[in-house]
Nanobody, 115 residues
Framework: QVQLVESGGGLVQAGGSLRLSCAAS????????IGWYRQAPGKQRELVAA???????NYADSVKGRFTISGDNAKNTVYLQMNSLKPEDTAVYYC?????????WGQGTQVTVSS
């Protein structure tokens, strides 16, 4: 099993920055893939960014150039640095891990961007 705990959400003005953290209960090297997803009210959950155990990353087109995903193996934590935030980035952000063919989700953290 893998437990995921997100933190770092909050209220920020448009153009501002936030850094989200996803602390995992296992070594990042053992986890195949960790991703950040978000879900806005009335919308489907969507992929924001993901990183593999080898360090490969991918991003949604809507966040490319603004968001950066990274991992700290010493802390078993994956970060999502979000810059130049827009009101449309407002959502609950979830961390998802794929470990030994199973999927695990965190509880989510709210990000609200005011205009």
């Amino acid at each position: 099993q893998v437990q995921l705990v997100e933190s770092g959400g909050g209220l920020v003005q448009a153009g501002g920055s936030l850094r989200l953290s996803c602390a995992a209960s296992r070594s990042l090297v053992a986890i195949d893939n960790i991703g950040w997803y978000r879900q806005a009210p009335g919308k489907q959950r969507e992929l924001v960014a993901a990183i593999t155990s080898a360090g490969s990353t991918n991003y949604a087109d809507s966040v490319k150039g603004r968001f950066t995903i990274s991992g700290d193996n010493a802390k078993n934590t994956v970060y999502l640095q979000m810059n130049s935030l827009k009101p449309e980035d407002t959502a609950v952000y979830y961390c998802k891990a794929r470990y030994q063919l199973r999927i695990y989700w965190g509880q989510g953290t709210q990000v609200t961007v005011s205009s």
